[in-house]
């Protein structure tokens, strides 16, 4: 398999050559944002492999060769992506992640050149109170714009179109015209066609998560453009705190909910980063240590004026208009939303998630296994979510059968409601986190607690 990557005048397109063919394909910046960037060749290097990380391992292809030199931060990104294998995985019922870990590391590479490191020349931004936000309209960038904004910082969401959701970029398209109509912020679009190259159903292969992965590093490397040009020195991260919790993977594999999304590929990538940008570009992370019912009622009551452009989840498979009704985190939104009194219509959900039927999505009616602390921690949210369900008289059936199972056990609800509404852990290492988290303490602080007593 050859990748056959061109320079282009908003970034670069990409070509395969050899038995397999495909169409050409291109990354596509803004062009001033382009135009003024001058760590061109080197970013192209880094986004020619990223981009098309997974592709040879869907299609099952050993050995690829690139036109590009060997990327600068390639042991990075192969050790997060075997790293990430179990969370990969676990969905897809035809692989294991030994299957998937034998096969990655039987891939040859050929670059044409070795890499030299190159400053990518960031100008001087200490002081610019700026930042890059990579931006999906889902709570948790939301919530991070919203906390942003709240504290005087100018932030530049960027939205990356990966062209294999059309009905949902469309959608965000939408949003954004709104957003700035009623806001004024402005939301900046990056054309990624090269994600159709590792698209499972483009490519016609069986399902899979393996993309998952390098849309993550794009999601990174794709914003430092965006830096350069604004002089802004941090890109902003979500990595809610349930997904840094260790859990029990498929073939009792034990690793984090989300690896990508954990400490320790947090810490790799800040480095990575903090290296690119000559010490003037860092990564922040405003809502490390909240979890998903935290996330969702500060969203929702104290930063109102941004829920309603929230959109998920997954309904480019479904008939549904915003939510897929197929999944954990559309049944955990509903029963968070019923929880705190929220009209579920308005809120996009088009029928109940709490009958019986969805009971296998909420961890509360699970056993978790023993040092699995994701099942923990969602199980304690659910637990209180529920309690708070039947105080508000809520009828559902997973409603009164947790309320039943609730009554048989002597808990404090007041404790978890302190747990669940507070601060877990630090956010990734940034000189503002302590302000930022005095700003979450105080707005945590003022959400009305509705439990008796």
């Not at 999906?136 to 990356?160: C, E, N, Q």
């Not at 989300?258 to 000559?278: A, C, D, H, P, Y």
Request: with cysteine.
């Amino acid at each position: 398999m050859y990748f056959e990557v061109t320079p282009t005048d908003s970034g670069f397109s990409l070509q395969t050559r050899g038995k397999w063919q495909a169409d050409v394909c291109a990354m596509r910046f803004p062009g001033a944002v382009w135009k003024s960037f001058k760590g061109k060749e080197s970013l192209v290097r880094e986004l020619a492999y990223v981009t098309t990380l997974a592709t040879p391992l869907i299609l099952k292809h050993n050995h690829v060769h690139y036109n590009t030199p060997r990327p600068e931060y390639l042991e990075t990104y192969n050790r997060c992506f075997e790293k990430s294998i179990p969370n990969l995985t676990e969905p897809i019922p035809g692989e294991t992640a030994h299957d998937i870990l034998q096969r990655f590391r039987e891939v040859s590479l050929h670059f044409n050149g070795k890499s030299i490191h190159n400053s990518f020349d960031f100008p001087n931004t200490t002081g610019e109170k700026r930042v890059i936000l990579p931006f999906s309209f889902g709570k948790d960038s939301l919530l991070t714009l919203a906390l942003l904004r709240s504290m005087d910082y100018t932030v530049i969401p960027v939205i990356i179109d990966e062209r294999v959701l059309p009905r949902g970029f469309a959608m965000k398209t939408l949003l954004c015209r709104q957003l700035e109509k009623n806001t004024g912020i402005q939301c900046h679009q990056v054309i990624n066609e090269i994600q159709l190259l590792s698209d499972y159903q483009v490519l016609e292969q069986n399902p899979t998560r393996l993309y998952q992965v390098q849309v993550y590093f794009i999601y990174l490397l794709a914003m430092l453009p965006f830096c350069a040009y604004y002089r802004a020195p941090m890109i902003a991260v979500n990595n809610e705190y349930a997904n840094t919790l260790k859990t029990i993977h498929k073939n009792n594999i034990l690793a984090e909910k989300r690896v990508m999304q954990g400490k320790e590929v947090t810490r790799m990538l800040s480095t990575m980063i903090k290296k690119i940008g000559g010490g003037r570009v860092r990564l922040t992370n405003l809502i490390g240590g909240l979890g998903d019912f935290a996330i969702h009622r500060l969203l929702h009551e104290t930063y109102h004026e941004l829920s309603p452009y929230r959109i998920s989840c997954h309904m480019e498979m479904t008939g549904h208009t915003r939510w897929c009704h197929e999944c954990d985190r559309c049944a955990r939104a509903y029963l968070f939303s019923v929880a705190m009194g929220y009209d579920t219509r308005e809120m996009g959900f088009e029928h109940s998630m709490l009958e019986e039927e969805h009971a296998h999505y909420f961890s509360f009616f699970q056993e978790p296994s023993p040092g699995d602390r994701y099942r923990e921690w969602t199980s304690m949210e659910e637990a209180l979510a529920f309690y708070m369900a039947a105080l508000r008289g809520a009828t559902h059936q997973l409603v009164a059968r947790a309320a039943s199972i609730l009554g048989k056990k002597n808990i404090d609800f007041n404790k978890y409601y302190k747990k669940v509404f507070s601060i877990q852990s630090s956010p990734a290492p940034t000189p503002h986190n302590l302000k930022i988290q005095m700003q979450i303490n105080k707005n945590l602080g003022r959400l009305h607690n509705p439990l008796p007593g």
